[in-house]
């Protein structure tokens, strides 16, 4: 069946720091990929998308883009700034399923240093 | 638009109890979802709506009940609470474009069985 696997957090960096927090990615059909954030106490807000390979979704200085051949969707920012701290789930929407069903990883949390 | 919303925002139950989560959105969105959120998990789906009148399982179906009369509404009826259902629970909804879907979350209900 279809699965998300990214890292284990928590990740801390300090302010201005990159960030990676790697995603993999094993999907039957041909998946919509995408980058969930969830800021403490509230629910999830899509922070970026990705529809096809080798698209790259953006938005709020994060980046991600959609490798088919390695299967990952890995998001990146150049520079951390204390607001970044939060929960951050990646996850994929399969339309070759013929089903709606979402699958989410378990989150990766960041925790960005002052 | 409120977007989704979710009453209430924290609930203690005693084991056995009942109790009904409501979820509402504005937006005429054709999809609507539950999930629950466990530290480690990530999100689990408990089930879904492609439209009024149509319901089915996800990943995590026992002990939960749905309906939807509505676009609007979403309930989730829990029959008779115990304390494995100690959870976070977000209600989603979702749009397609060309089978792509982006869901939007509601705030979460914060449901503690004791």
């Known amino acids: 069946g279809d699965s998300v696997t990214q890292m284990e957090g928590p990740v801390t960096l300090s302010e201005e720091a990159f960030l990676t927090i790697n995603c993999t990615y094993t999907a039957t059909g041909y998946p919509s990929l995408f980058w969930y954030v969830q800021y403490p106490g509230e629910g999830l807000q899509l922070l970026l998308k990705?529809?096809?390979?080798?698209d790259k979704g953006s938005n709020k200085g994060f980046e991600a883009t959609y490798r088919k051949e390695t299967t990952s969707f890995h998001l990146e920012k150049g520079s951390v700034q204390v607001s970044d701290s939060a929960v951050y789930f990646c996850a994929l929407s399969d339309r070759g399923s013929g089903t709606y069903k979402y699958i989410f990883g378990t989150g990766t949390r960041l925790k960005v240093l002052a | 638009n409120a977007g989704v919303t979710q009453t209430p925002k924290f609930q203690v139950l005693k084991t056995g109890q009942s109790m009904t989560l409501q979820c509402a959105q504005d937006?005429?969105?054709?999809?609507m979802s539950w999930y629950r959120q466990d530290p480690g998990m990530g999100l689990r789906l408990i089930h879904y709506?492609?439209?009024?009148?149509?319901?089915d399982q996800g990943e995590v179906p026992n002990g939960y009940n749905v309906s939807r009369s509505t676009t609007e509404d979403f309930p989730l009826r829990l029959l008779s609470a115990a304390p494995s259902q100690t959870s976070v629970y977000f209600c989603?909804?979702?749009?397609?474009?060309?089978?792509?879907?982006?869901?939007?979350f509601g705030p979460g209900t914060r449901l503690t069985v004791t």
């Open positions: 989603a909804s979702s749009y397609s474009i060309v089978g792509i879907y982006e869901q939007y």
């Open positions: 937006m005429n969105h054709e999809y």
């Open positions: 990705a529809t096809k390979a080798d």
């Open positions: 709506s492609v439209g009024a009148g149509i319901t």
